[in-house]
């Protein structure tokens, strides 16, 4: 769970795939992703790792990576700016700010997306613990970071209904990974004892939270089926996290 991607290393796994391809002679490449927790990541996250993939199957030789933004704003987001396709780039890097590397999850979609702990759910299991690992200055690198790609996205100019749905999935994927990064700082100053902060924090976290869970309400049948029940409920686990004000893994955890 990332929400907002992770591309440098599915770059890496992309390109080592086609170099393995290549190497023992495969007559396929298989361009494709998969989601846990009801796949709350939304589609346009993933338009740039597929096109670099289908640059690679095609002719990793010829293909070149500072290329995909403009094609990405030609051919998909119909965006002149390019400030689309940029900031989606900018928000599968802003990670790394963090310091902190996990498998398969980054602390920018695990946190928000963590499950109850009673729920003994495996994805993002270790989602409510990264406060105690991560420095809160690193903590607040990664919101800048995210925040000043927000800033760079809504000056784009999608061209088309289906890419200004994009526009609106890649913001609401950045606001969720914010929030990440709010309900940590959150959690450090509960674990510190600091209680008029924990307390302001988290009246502002559920007040966004909610915003946030009606715009997930109103985006989510412009491109799904279904109802939002398995593919949002975490932002209502974090609202209650908030309310309750308690850790579900208090310090020290390792």
Known sequence: MTLIGRHDNSFANLRRAAKAGRRHGAVGYLNTEWGDGGHPQPLAVSYLPYLMGAGLSWCSDSFEEGLMAPVLSRDVFYDPTQRMAKAALGLGLAHRTLNHYAPNVTPLGAVIAAPPPRLRELVCRDGLKYYTRIPEQNIRRALEEVERQ????????????????????????????????????????????KEGLARRLAGRGMRELRELDGDFRRYWP??????TEKSSAFLGWRREDYRRGVLHFPLPVM
């Open 222 to 227: 412009l491109r799904n089926k279904g109802t």
């Open 150 to 193: 927000r800033a760079l996205l809504s000056g784009a100019r999608p061209g088309t209904r289906a890419a200004e749905i994009l526009a609106l999935e890649l913001d609401l994927a950045a606001r969720m990974a914010a929030q990440s990064c709010k309900i940590m700082l959150w959690q450090q100053a509960l674990a510190a004892g």
